[in-house]
T-cell receptor, first 111, second 116 residues
């Protein structure tokens, strides 16, 4: 398995419900970011959480970070059809220059 | 619109050929990143340049090379192409090295490469 792994791989929920995606990583990080990608398009930055932060909010997004468990979660509340996309977490490994993206969670919001 | 532009949008070529992908970062951004996205490998970080100098290297093959020019645009050269090189290639840019090593990156629309 690789540094950033999202779970689940795919998720379908009804519009209006909350969606939760998880990201696990292996090594120490400086910070972690979540990105959204609409089909075949470039990634769009959603939120950054630093390694010394535990929770962060941005609109309908809530991100948590648990460095002891090496995991992060992205919660999207009151989902909308426009939230249908793939969601990726990205980490930079401490003391290394590599940037690691997970394989993403494909979120599908059902009308 | 992220402000990052990539050309061409689509590229179809044959095995063994060489192609060049071009990226123009957002105005003022000094760092450029290249990524390869394929169905089986996900989004793979290839290489980062900062103000003309190579800053970080990821899973970039020896057949691939990149550079960043004085005007900060970047090119990714892919040579001796193989079928497996078919993928989406993204360029991203960020302001540059700051307190956080991983800065917010702004992604271009990508170049879709198909090797036949």
């Amino acid at each position: 398995s690789q540094q950033g792994e999202e779970d689940p791989q795919a998720l379908s929920i009804q519009e209006g419900e909350n969606a939760t995606m998880n990201c696990s990583y292996k090594t120490s990080i400086n910070n972690l970011q979540w990105y959204r990608q609409n089909s075949g398009r470039g990634l769009v930055h959603l939120i950054l959480i630093r390694s010394n932060e535990r929770e962060k909010h941005s609109g309908r997004l809530r991100v948590t970070l648990d460095t002891s468990k090496k995991s992060s979660s992205l919660l999207i509340t009151a989902s909308r059809a426009a939230d249908t996309a793939s969601y990726f977490c990205a980490t930079d490994v401490a003391r290394d220059d590599k940037i690691i993206f997970g394989k993403g969670t494909r979120l599908h919001i059902l009308p | 619109d992220s402000g990052v532009t990539q050309t061409p949008k689509h590229l179809i070529t044959a095995t063994g050929q060489r192609v060049t992908l071009r990226c123009s970062p957002r105005s003022g951004d000094l760092s450029v990143y290249w990524y390869q996205q394929s169905l089986d490998q996900g989004l793979q970080f290839l290489i980062q340049y900062y103000n003309g100098e190579e800053r970080a290297k990821g899973n970039i093959l020896e057949r691939f090379s990149a550079q960043q020019f004085p005007d900060l645009h970047s090119e990714l050269n892919l040579s001796s192409l193989e079928l497996g090189d078919s993928a989406l290639y993204f360029c991203a840019s960020s302001v540059g090295l700051g307190g956080d090593r991983l800065e917010t990156q702004y992604f271009g629309p990508g170049t879709r490469l198909l090797v036949l």
